[in-house]
């Protein structure tokens, strides 16, 4: 059937018109319910709920649900990161060009492109085709509760294709940055800062002095990078505070630095800077840096002979920002991202989608998925 740009938006509406951040759990099921009856309508699939614990329920739809192998795995997440009432303050819109609304490209979009696309395919393809189309309700936090679950069906597939949105300029994902994020507890001695000062030890001192060591780990030139980006700590500006906070972002291109890296914040706190005071680290989120294979160049070629058929330029590049496929990728799968349609302004209320990248990025996606069924890995 030809595209309609129209019934794409109507469609797209009620995906949009939801609070669905992370950990909100109606709004996740909202969204669970929508996509389960596209899956149902089209018929040829098995749908499975996957429990993800307090975030909520994951989507692990097949085609082929009796074969352990799987040939093409698909990916996109449910959730935002915009807390409840955004929706009404930003509901779904669109102008002549772009659509507006939370989550309308990260990604919403991209978990309607998976199944126009599908929709479009020949029985044919199905027929040569295991196809698992995963959908997480919190990878805006790092996929903490669905990790396990998106690596057990990963490690069965041949390649994985991620549903993000392409760039602003059109170009698709080959690489991200790894990602961690660690909690430091900072744990001192209340005193009277006045009356008797020397009886305490200042938290928010010792936590001073790693901010400026933690500053000094970073290296522009092999692209690790640590931002201390939020701090807390202290109850009252005459009280030598006992306890601070602080919460450290780490990103990183190299997977064997990361790992120098994490022993050496881990080392740190076994030898304080100011005598009295303790420290505590605990990793709250973790994805390996997504690096291409040999595996991946291949289906990068098998990619861009298929933008050329449909003459758009393909394009890669690699980006700071993490994903679920960090997660598949440290398997050895070959996995590429950013094969939604166009977007921009992530994670802020000027978040966009471009309206004629749509259709055909449907058609990109719709047409690597028969090449990958001609041409198994």
Avoid at 24 to 42: A, D, P, S
Avoid at 226 to 236: A, E, K, P
Avoid at 323 to 333: C, M, P, Q, W
Wanted: with cysteine.
């Amino acid at each position: 059937m030809p595209f309609v740009l129209n019934d794409y938006l109507d469609e797209l509406s009620p995906l949009i018109n939801v609070d669905c951040g992370t950990l909100c759990l109606e709004g996740i099921e909202t969204i669970v319910k929508q996509m389960e009856q596209k899956y149902q309508e089209m018929g040829g699939w098995t749908v499975k709920r996957v429990d993800c614990t307090v975030a909520g329920t994951g989507l692990e739809i097949r085609n082929q649900p009796e074969n352990e192998q799987i040939d093409l795995m698909l990916i996109g997440h449910m959730d935002t990161v915009f807390p409840i009432g955004t929706a009404a303050v930003r509901p779904f819109r669109f102008d002549e060009t772009h659509a507006y609304g939370p989550g309308v490209s990260d990604m919403k979009s991209g978990l309607l492109n998976v199944v126009y696309a599908l929709r479009g395919l020949d029985k044919a393809v199905f027929d040569r085709l295991s196809i698992c189309v995963c959908m997480n309700p919190d990878e805006e936090i790092g996929s903490l509760y669905s990790e396990d679950w998106l690596k057990s069906v990963a490690k069965n597939a041949r390649c994985v294709l991620v549903a993000e949105a392409a760039r602003s300029d059109g170009a698709l994902v080959k690489a991200r940055k790894g990602m961690a994020r660690y909690k430091l507890s900072f744990h001192g001695k209340a005193a009277h800062a006045g009356n008797d000062p020397e009886k305490g030890c200042s938290a928010i001192s010792e936590m001073a002095h790693w901010i400026i060591e933690i500053n000094k780990l970073s290296n522009l030139e092999s692209g690790s990078t640590f931002n201390v980006g939020l701090v807390n700590g202290g109850n009252s500006a005459n009280i030598v505070p006992a306890y601070a906070e602080a919460i450290v972002d780490v990103r990183f291109w190299d997977n064997e630095e990361y790992k120098t890296i994490d022993k050496t914040i881990r080392a740190r706190t076994e030898k304080t800077f100011l005598e009295g005071v303790t420290v505590t680290l605990e990793r709250e989120a973790y994805k390996p840096a997504m690096t291409p294979n040999e595996k991946t160049e291949i289906l990068m070629r098998l990619v861009e002979q298929t933008g050329k058929e449909l003459d758009l330029d393909i394009t890669w590049q690699a980006v700071g920002g993490g994903s679920d496929a960090n997660l598949t990728s440290v398997l050895g799968v070959p996995t590429l991202d950013g094969l939604g349609p166009i977007g921009a302004g992530f994670h802020t209320e000027n978040e966009y989608l471009e309206l004629l990248s749509i259709s055909p990025r449907i058609e990109l996606l719709k047409r690597v998925i028969t090449k990958l069924s001609e041409n198994k890995f």
